[in-house]
């Protein structure tokens, strides 16, 4: 399956791009440039390595759309972004942000941990785009009720210590069964650049593996 239109800055900061040329970006991190060309940005959660103003004012023009979590809304507003450029949702909403692209929220959470606790009801996220759903999972554990998403990719953390590591990531990648799988949120802020290999051999060998880091 082509994977051309998927890139990663670095992290969990993902670039999409649809046929018509729009571009979308998940969590934007990082950047040492201002390509200033996002259509879309969506983010997960309030963390500084996946909420950052400063790499949205980097990749953002007057003109583009956020989706974000209802929970998010002050942390929004207090970067001095504009509540009327943005949707809020909860799990188990859904958006049409920009046309030809249908967002579904989906729940982020840690199991045993305490860093995303379930009450803050940060999200995941099911982009519909190009007769593809393309799965990109925010900073989350291996959740039962995330089990039966169907998607053609899924983005998956691999690094552990916030997120799944290597193995629950693939052991939950397996349970999905998209078509590709990108592990992404290793070697950088957590886990180590061994991380997506150790996924990959765990991988089940009929879903492809892409590394885009």
Not at 27 to 34: K, L, N, V
């Amino acid at each position: 399956m082509d994977t051309g239109f998927i890139s990663i800055n670095t992290h969990s900061s993902i670039r999409l791009q649809t046929k018509q040329g729009a571009v979308l970006y998940v969590d934007p991190y990082d950047f040492g440039t201002e390509p200033h060309d996002a259509d879309l940005i969506l983010v997960t959660h309030a963390h500084f390595d996946h909420f950052s103003p400063d790499d949205i004012a980097k990749v953002g023009t007057p003109n583009t759309t956020f989706v974000l979590p209802d929970t998010c809304r002050a942390d929004f507003v207090g970067a001095g972004l504009r509540e009327d450029d943005a949707t809020f949702l909860a799990p188990g909403e859904r958006a049409t942000p920009i046309p030809g692209v249908e967002v579904e929220a989906v729940p982020a959470y840690n199991v045993s941990k305490r860093f995303h606790p379930k009450k803050n009801a940060w999200l995941g996220y099911v982009i519909q785009m190009d007769g593809l759903r393309v799965y990109v999972a925010g900073d989350t554990d291996d959740l039962p009720e995330n089990r039966s998403i169907a998607c053609d990719v899924a983005l998956v953390p691999a690094g552990g210590t916030y997120t799944m590591d290597a193995r629950q990531a693939a052991a939950f990648v397996n349970a999905l069964q998209p078509k590709v799988a990108i592990p992404e949120h290793y070697g950088t802020v957590a886990g180590s650049p061994d991380d997506g290999k150790t996924f990959a051999s765990l991988v089940d060998p009929s879903i492809e593996v892409v590394f885009k880091l």
